[in-house]
């Protein structure tokens, strides 16, 4: 009895402490929906940045802000080695060139800076037309709120849904604007504005922050330094209108035609350009399908045995990088 009631013991221990959720897996595993900061897929990044700092611990106020960082720090490319600390519910709110838009797949992914796949610092999402209205993504989180992870605590990647900072430096978590096609003071077609506000982490109930379904939301606290909180690198835009071309016979982005699309297996590409350029084709977990140099003014691509549905297509010359999307519809449904 005593050894079975070791195992059992043991068994469950591993359990709690390997616990395997249901949400996406960290960077580089199977099913992760983590976007690598120098993927093709990303037109874009954030290009002002304003900051409220929140405390460094905020069940003591007194030791002071976070204050690592300028807001300045949070615009432009992920992975430059500089973020700003937004502290204990602390807020950045960050705006864009072209506005943000609502397209198949995620439209926009928020880096943080964390050292490990484990190490997990979140923070809410919201987004706006006007600045004055944000609606925050549904987010949930299942990770256990019986005792406080730490200030340098493990925990489990597939345990969480929809919060920034799920995963590890240099890999952005994707956010879909059709997650809010029915939320009202909002056009997802035109988000101009992205919030970003930290999760506390206390599971003290009147500091805790609460996922969507109420549940305590658990992460590393307190973190009573200069660097506390959520640590914002980035926000890098899938989706804008920087380059929306797409028509239901024609895709034109300047100079740049596609046709027809949507597409049957095929497109026609042409460029007007009578030098070498490059032409990738990639998924929308930023995944390349394949790369070619061409130098003629017009080419047939073929999508022969590439997925159906949506697949960008990346023209790159000397003087400019256009991305276009394409509707594969030959097996699509």
């Known amino acids: ?63 002071g802000l976070a204050t690592y960082g300028m807001p300045s720090d949070a615009t432009g490319n992920a992975g430059d080695n500089r973020v700003v600390s937004l502290g204990d519910g602390g807020i950045a709110v960050l705006s864009f060139n072209y506005p943000v838009v609502n397209r198949n797949g995620p439209d926009f992914a928020v880096f943080e800076n964390s050292f490990s796949d484990s190490f ?30 730490n200030a340098f605590g493990n925990m489990d990647a597939t345990l969480i849904y929809n919060l920034a900072g799920k995963y590890r430096a240099g890999y952005g978590t994707p956010f879909d604007l059709e ?25 003290i109930d009147s500091l805790a922050s609460y996922d969507s379904e109420g549940n305590k939301i658990n ?37 740049i035609k596609i046709y027809p699309n949507p597409c049957n297996g095929y497109f026609m590409l042409s460029t007007g350009i009578k030098e070498k350029y490059w032409v990738e084709l990639f998924d929308l977990s930023g995944r390349s399908l394949y790369r070619i140099m061409a130098c003629e003014e017009k080419i047939k691509v073929d999508l022969e045995g590439l997925p159906e ?6 023209v790159v010359t000397k003087k400019r990088v256009t991305t276009v999307k394409v509707f594969n519809i030959k097996t699509m449904k």
């Open 219 to 255: 992460d590393p606290w307190p973190t009573p330094f200069e660097t506390g909180g959520f640590d914002l690198d980035a926000i890098g835009v899938i989706n804008s209108t920087q380059a929306t071309g797409f028509r239901q016979d024609l895709t034109e982005y300047g100079m």
């Open 179 to 203: 997650d809010l096609i029915d939320s009202v003071n909002v056009d997802i077609s035109e988000i101009n504005f992205i919030r970003i506000i930290d999760v506390t982490g206390s599971i």
């Open 309 to 314: 549905g949506v697949i960008l297509v990346r």
């Open 1 to 63: 009895m005593y050894f079975k009631f070791i195992l059992v013991f043991s068994y469950t221990l591993f359990l709690t402490e390997f616990a395997w959720g249901q949400y996406a897996p960290p960077a580089g595993e199977e099913g992760s929906t983590a976007t690598y900061m120098d993927s093709s897929i990303f037109i874009g990044w954030a290009t002002d940045c304003y900051v409220i700092r929140g405390p460094m611990n905020a069940s003591d106020p007194g030791t």
């Open 120 to 149: 997990i610092e979140l923070g809410f999402v919201e987004v706006s037309t006007d600045s004055v209205s944000f609606v925050r993504f549904p987010a949930v989180s299942l990770t256990q709120s019986d005792s406080q992870v």
